[in-house]
């Protein structure tokens, strides 16, 4: 399996779109879509590891990486649309929590009981 970088994959992203999808829905569809994605991954996370039950076929942890990767896939389209590095994003975010939650987590008794 390739590995790809967040621009790698926003690259490849666009071509498929370009190829296969004749163009990007608008912002407000992808962020619908966005939102039933994320949805579909709360489902299956509540029954594959919360108290909620399947009612026919119980699906697997690949499931949930497919969900995951659909979560990804509309979420990148949602950035290239908009021109947001997602690679930029994701460094300047990391070095916010560490800056912000350095301590923060570890002085948190419901994390350290």
Known sequence: MQTLTLRDYQDQVDEWVKQHGVRYFGELTNLGILMEEVGEVARLMVRLYGEQSFKSTPRTRENL???LADVMF?????????G????AAVANN???KARRDHRRHWQNPKLTK
């Open 65 to 67: 990486a497919e969900e």
């Open 74 to 82: 509309v979420l990148t389209c949602i950035a290239n649309q908009t």
């Open 84 to 87: 947001v590095d997602l690679m």
């Open 94 to 96: 990391l070095e916010e």
